[in-house]
């Protein structure tokens, strides 16, 4: 947890020193444990490419096979870290939600056990620590607000429960929950969407398209359970256009010296928003979560930024 240069009660979450660059770590470690302590030989995946790269990387430690789809035009970094951990990856010529259609469609046959995003239990419950650190990292008070960039939502699920078990455990101060602002963006922006027009649910969102591409989410499965948390804690879901997001990437990469990922600076242009807004106090105490490294990104964030290394 670090605090920010500029902003002394925003705190952002750095979860891309987690093993394989990003939260997803956290998911699959466990998931992949317990598909090995229950004798599952294949696990497969739809993914918008960090969870590929997680599960691949827990598979091979495992010594199981992981069957990965994922868009043809995800993050180089995604791509290069599932082949090498010797994951058998397809390039699929569409979007996360084609790639889970084709999972379903072939594990009965292949024998796969499908480890998608809230179709088995383990991945929320190690995406639950999240909620347990920040607690404990803020001496075991809630914040006022976390903002949490929201793809399938799995995080922003699990650190729900994780307030609930630390309320039961009394580990945590008395004291308001903290709102929970699920951050997308405004090319996929199906949860913002439902949660404007007061929906229970989302709808497809066409023609997805976002350089944060752990965003690009066109239909969460768990969308009706995050809509009753972001009501319920007083929060909210926005959609942050890409330029917003690159801009403040940028700024926080100059000003506070954190090359964050897309979908982080997503969050930390949120905050912006939000402050603006009134939404928000400056004193408010806020997580921003960072949801993996930079550095995973390099060729969609260069190409964002129109850089280009000179070739002779
Ligand atoms: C870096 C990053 N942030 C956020 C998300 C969205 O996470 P979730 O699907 O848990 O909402 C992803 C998903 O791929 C991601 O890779």
């Known amino acids: ?37 229950y004798g599952f030989r294949k696990l497969a995946v739809p993914s918008a490419g960090n969870a590929a790269g997680a599960l691949a990387a827990y598979a091979a430690a ?39 259609r084709m999972v379903a469609e072939r594990s009965k046959s292949e024998g796969w056990f499908d480890i998608s995003t809230l179709k088995e239990p383990f991945r929320v419950e190690g995406k639950k620590t999240m909620g347990y650190e920040l607690v404990e990292q803020l001496g075991w ?24 078990e630390l309320e039961e455990l009394g580990w945590v101060r008395p004291g308001k929950r903290p709102r929970m602002i699920a951050v997308q963006s405004a090319g996929c922006a199906p949860v913002a969407k439902a949660f404007e027009q007061g929906a229970k649910a989302s709808e497809m ?15 969460p499965y768990g969308d009706a359970i995050m809509l009753e948390i972001l009501r319920e804690s007083g929060g909210v879901a926005l959609g942050i256009p890409d330029d917003k997001i690159l801009d403040s990437l940028r700024d926080w990469a100059k000003n506070e010296g954190l090359f964050l990922s897309p979908e982080g600076a997503a969050a930390t242009a949120a905050y912006d928003r939000l402050l603006e807004s009134g939404f928000l106090k400056p004193s408010d105490r806020v997580v921003l979560f960072n949801t993996g490294s930079g550095l995973k990104y390099t060729d969609v964030t260069a190409e964002a930024m129109g850089l280009q290394l000179p070739r002779s």
């Open 1 to 37: 947890m670090l605090r920010s240069a500029r902003h002394p009660a925003a705190y952002i979450k750095e979860e891309g020193a987690n093993p394989t660059g990003s939260f997803k770590a956290r998911g699959l470690a466990l998931a992949v444990t317990m598909a090995r302590h």
């Open 62 to 100: 495992a010594g199981i096979e992981a069957h990965i789809f994922m868009p043809k035009d995800v993050p180089f970094a995604n791509y290069v870290e599932a082949v090498a951990y010797g994951a058998r990856v397809t390039l699929v010529d569409g979007l996360i939600s084609d790639c889970g």
């Open 141 to 164: 008070e809630y914040p006022d607000a976390v903002f949490y960039p929201t793809g399938g939502g799995v995080g922003l699920i699990g650190m729900w429960k994780a307030f609930a």
């Open 205 to 219: 969102w066409e023609n997805a398209a976002t350089f944060a591409s752990g965003l690009r989410v066109p239909k």
